[in-house]
């Protein structure tokens, strides 16, 4: 990945990122790469009521800030949780803003086979709007019923501990069995079993450019 400079993260909703590759994340800031992280709701109509409305866009923003994501690379929009099919279009021209401004070498984004109807669109628009970016689809295990893993990267222990640091300021979420500490680790682990490393995080290739 040596020639991939500017990276992008793309997050339907807030802590996807973190969860899917945010071991990646800390790797890619390490090696002085310039990543980008797009979250397209703030998932405002999911909050536990009581909760402020800018509590998951506080808590991505200290999140992201533990792995290393400079705060003018954010981009966050605001898209109904669980309604991104009904503003598919707005999505798409959203996205090739983006693309226009970052031109992004890499974009990180849901897996094709992610059954979350919001992963969805962010996966497929997303693919039309990079069509000349090397595109990787990461890992959610709770949705998807299948995954090919057929690109692995490898994390050190304080990689992977800085995207459980960053998932562990999600406080609002911290109810979600995903969220889970052991859990995080544990697949780690796996994807790291499976390549003979200690720790991994692994991903879809849908294109590649070199």
Same mark, same amino acid.
């Given at each position: 990945?040596?020639?991939?400079?500017?990276?992008?993260?793309?997050?339907?909703?807030?802590?996807?990122?973190?969860?899917?590759?945010?071991?990646?994340?800390?790797?890619?800031?390490?090696?002085?790469?310039? =990543?980008?992280?797009?979250?397209?709701?703030?998932?405002?109509?999911?909050?536990?009521?009581?909760?402020?409305?800018?509590?998951?866009?506080?808590?991505?923003?200290?999140?992201?800030?533990?792995?290393?994501?400079?705060?003018?690379?954010?981009?966050?929009?605001?898209?109904? !949780?669980?309604?991104?099919?009904?503003?598919?279009?707005?999505?798409?021209?959203?996205?090739?803003?983006?693309?226009?401004?970052?031109?992004?070498?890499? !974009?990180?984004?849901?897996?094709?086979?992610?059954?979350?109807?919001?992963?969805? =669109?962010?996966?497929?628009?997303?693919?039309?709007? +990079?069509?000349?970016?090397? !595109?990787?689809?990461?890992?959610?295990?709770?949705?998807?019923?299948? +995954?090919?893993?057929?690109?692995?990267?490898?994390?050190?222990?304080?990689?992977?501990?800085?995207?459980?640091?960053?998932?562990?300021?999600?406080?609002?979420?911290?109810?979600?069995?995903?969220?889970?500490?052991? +859990?995080?680790?544990?697949?780690?682990?796996?994807?790291? !079993?499976?390549?003979?490393?200690?720790?991994?995080?692994? +991903?879809? =290739?849908?294109?590649?450019?070199?």
């Amino acid at each position: 990945m040596t020639n991939h400079k500017n990276i992008l993260i793309l997050a339907p909703h807030t802590d996807d990122g973190e969860l899917g590759c945010g071991g990646a994340i800390s790797r890619f800031i390490s090696e002085d790469k310039n =990543v980008f992280y797009a979250s397209f709701s703030l998932c405002r109509q999911s909050l536990q009521p009581g909760l402020n409305p800018d509590t998951l866009e506080n808590e991505l923003r200290a999140a992201t800030r533990i792995l290393g994501i400079s705060p003018i690379n954010l981009r966050l929009f605001d898209f109904e !949780v669980r309604r991104f099919k009904q503003y598919r279009q707005e999505i798409l021209e959203t996205l090739i803003l983006i693309r226009n401004e970052i031109q992004p070498d890499l !974009v990180l984004l849901p897996s094709p086979t992610d059954t979350h109807q919001d992963h969805q =669109v962010i996966s497929e628009e997303g693919l039309r709007a +990079f069509k000349n970016s090397s !595109v990787l689809g990461y890992e959610m295990p709770w949705n998807n019923f299948s +995954f090919n893993t057929r690109c692995f990267i490898t994390l050190k222990q304080e990689q992977l501990q800085k995207k459980i640091d960053a998932l562990k300021e999600y406080k609002s979420q911290e109810y979600r069995a995903y969220l889970n500490a052991d +859990f995080l680790k544990g697949l780690a682990i796996t994807r790291g !079993v499976q390549i003979n490393a200690e720790f991994a995080e692994a +991903f879809e =290739v849908i294109r590649w450019i070199y």
